[in-house]
Structures are given as C-alpha cells and as structure tokens.
C-alpha cells in the first residue's frame, strides 16, 4: 500500500459495472484505483493502455482482456490497478444525472439530463449512445458529442419505463466512442431507482408445514397523503389463478396482507411477480 500510493492525491471513486467498492489515486502523472468486494466479481471494462494488477502480497500481472475491455479478478483482499488512463477515469466520476430516482408512472416519458466535463487537454468530438434495461425507452438515445479543452456538456434526455418495470435499483450504461488524441471507446455506469421512496412494497415467502405457499406483503406508506391500490399476485409461467386484494386509503404506516396458494413446493424456482397498481 505504501508503496502505490505514498505521496498520491485522492481523487475519489468510480461506478463499476459489477459495483466493487473502489477508491483512486493519482501521483506523477499516474492513476491508481484500489478495488476490493466482500464476493468474488469480475469487473469487465476499458481502463487504458498500460494496465497492471497488484496484490496486496506485491505480486503484479497484466489483467486478461475481453476484446478492447479489462477483465479485473476482485476478491475480498484490495487489489491495486495501476496504469488508468487519468482522462477517461475523470471522465467517469464527473458525469451524471440529473435525476436518480424516477417515480414509477409507466408508458409516460420522465425529464432528465446528462452532464459532463471534458478532461482532455484537447478538443473532443464523437458519439455516445444510452444501454438501458429492456423495455425501457430513451429520446434521444443517442447524441453526437462535441466539446474543446475543459468545457463541460449537458443534454437533457427523457426515460420512458414499460409497464412491467421493476421497482428497485436498475443499472443504465452510456457508451462513448470519442476523438481527441487518439480514438478512445469505454462505457460509464450509472444506477437510478424506480420509485422514489415516500411507498415501498415488501414481499416475504414461506412454505408451511401444509404445503401452502404463504407470502406476506407489506405496503409502508410513508408520507401523510393516504394511498389506495389493487394488487395481483401471480405466477406468469403457470395457469395459477391471480389472487387480488385492495389496500384502500392506507395513511402513514403500513398495511399487511397474507396470500396462501396450495401445492407451495410445486412453486419452487417459479418467478412469482406482484402489481401493485395505485387507484386513480
């Protein structure tokens, strides 16, 4: 550790693809990232062109490729990956979004924007193209890019979710295939949230000693205005009737409702989903 950064300014941390923690570090010119996880990941992108991976034992080797992009092996221990390329690495900690969270309204588009400072000592131009989760809709969703030495960009962009999104966390790739010294292809991670906070759904599964599949749920409201849904359980790769229930005019607190559903065991490794569609 002393060895790879004694003396380094600490830059912060970036998003991976696989969500390991990391922090970085530059010191001469050189940027260094430390990166661990508490399970076993590989961390799959493009870091620069003179990479070396570090154990904490001092062992070094350059990382396993797939195609243009690095395959780092991260462990529970730090590992030291040195040799990033100080541009695209600046470039991936300041972008972001105006919005992380979108309220789950589907079928309607959501206002957001994307900014971006360009690090580079030199022009840039090129294009950059919005991954998103299936079913999901960006306009645009894709946008050429053209900005000089340390000018910043914005482009306001709107998100569309299909009517099945998930609530949750969901994972949003931007692609970018620039010009400035050179040609240079890499992608930014970033995560937004469906849903935005004030009702949550919780769902809790079991098999009883009868053989009933029991799932508990549990609508917490969070915010004074009361709320009222119609919900559906139901298991899409089997002909299992939908079970429905109503939540009506929850306030503050939460509501719990218990499904029972018979033969629970021939259920298992099914995708159980439940809708939880707000009246009016």
């Known amino acids: ?90 470039w991936r900690m300041g972008l972001r979004l105006a919005q992380l969270r979108l309220p789950s309204v589907f079928l309607r588009p959501h206002d957001n924007a994307l900014f971006m400072h360009s690090s580079f000592p030199e022009g840039v131009h090129g294009n950059a193209e919005l991954v998103l989760p299936s079913g999901w809709n960006a306009t ?36 970018f295939d620039i010009t400035a010294d050179r040609l240079y292809r890499f992608s930014v991670y970033r995560n937004v949230e469906v849903g935005l906070g004030q009702v949550t759904v919780e769902l809790v599964t079991r098999i009883n000693a009868d053989n009933i599949l029991e799932v508990d749920q549990r609508i917490i409201n969070r915010e004074d205005r009361p709320v009222s849904f119609n919900c559906d359980l139901y298991f899409p790769e089997t002909d299992r009737r939908r079970q429905r229930t109503q939540v009506i005019d929850l306030a503050r607190g939460h509501d719990d409702t218990t499904y029972r559903l018979e033969n629970g065991r021939e259920l298992l490794g099914k995708t159980l989903w439940l809708r939880a569609d707000e009246i009016d």
């Open 140 to 175: 645009p969703g894709e946008f050429t890019i053209r900005m000089g030495a340390g000018q910043s960009w914005e482009r306001p962009i709107q998100l569309k979710l299909p009517f099945n999104a998930d609530a949750g966390v969901h994972s949003l790739r931007i692609d």
């Open 1 to 90: 550790t002393a060895l790879a950064l004694a003396g380094s300014q600490y830059l912060g941390s970036m998003q991976l693809p696989g969500g390991s923690p990391n922090q970085i570090f530059s010191r001469d010119g050189e940027t260094v990232m430390v990166v661990w996880n508490d399970s076993p990941k590989k961390e799959v992108l493009y870091l620069g062109e003179n990479v070396t991976v570090t154990d904490v034992w001092g062992h070094s080797t350059s990382p396993k490729t797939d195609g243009h992009r690095h395959v780092i092996e991260v462990g529970s221990l730090p590992t030291f990956v040195s040799g990033l390329n100080e541009q695209i690495t600046t």
